[in-house]
């Protein structure tokens, strides 16, 4: 078993689109809840950059082997999440991408042993490596298209928000 390369590119450049979806937009736009009840752009971030620390630790404990059984993430239930949203943007997205640097080297050079390790997720059961980095990658993308949407609805109403 090999890392396909449309899950090394998208590990190593995917979030980096991120930078582009929210350029223009105000530190104050960023942190705006748009919809009552719903996240910010700000928290939709947060949220990706704290939870690459969980998926970190779910990997490590994956390495370890015996098939570890993982709960349900909840960012509000991760003390992290609350933590670093009192952070500056700009701390945000700095740590998520040195972070996400740190994740791309280590896991692009498993090799095939660590790729069939495996985790047991509650929802979806005992997936391998590969089938981890699907589900955190497609996971961190329906958060870049949200943030995405919030984007465009800041750029074609600026008066508004």
């Known amino acids: 078993m ?6 090394s590119t998208r590990l190593q450049y995917q979030h980096k689109s991120l930078i582009e979806l929210i350029d223009g937009l105000s530190d104050d736009q960023i942190r705006m ?16 950059e704290t939870y690459q620390h969980t998926f970190v630790h779910r990997v490590r404990q994956m390495l370890e082997g015996g098939n570890p059984s993982f ?11 609350h933590e670093h949203v009192i952070k500056s943007s700009r ?7 040195s972070v996400r640097k740190e994740i791309s080297s ?15 997720h509650p929802v979806y059961g005992s997936m391998h490596m590969i ?12 958060h870049l298209f949200t943030i995405f ?10 008066g508004q928000h």
């Open 106 to 120: 280590g896991m692009l050079s498993f090799n095939e042993t660590d790729l069939a390790r495996t985790g047991n």
């Open 33 to 48: 809840q748009i919809f009552p009840g719903k996240w910010s752009i700000f928290e939709n971030i947060v949220h990706l």
């Open 131 to 142: 089938q981890w980095l699907n589900f955190f990658l497609l996971h961190e993308a329906h």
């Open 91 to 97: 701390e945000i997205i700095q740590e998520l991408l």
């Open 149 to 158: 949407k919030l984007s465009a609805e800041l750029k074609k109403n600026p």
């Open 2 to 7: 090999q890392m396909p390369s449309s899950i």
């Open 71 to 81: 709960d349900v993430y909840s960012a509000e239930g991760d003390p992290l999440f």
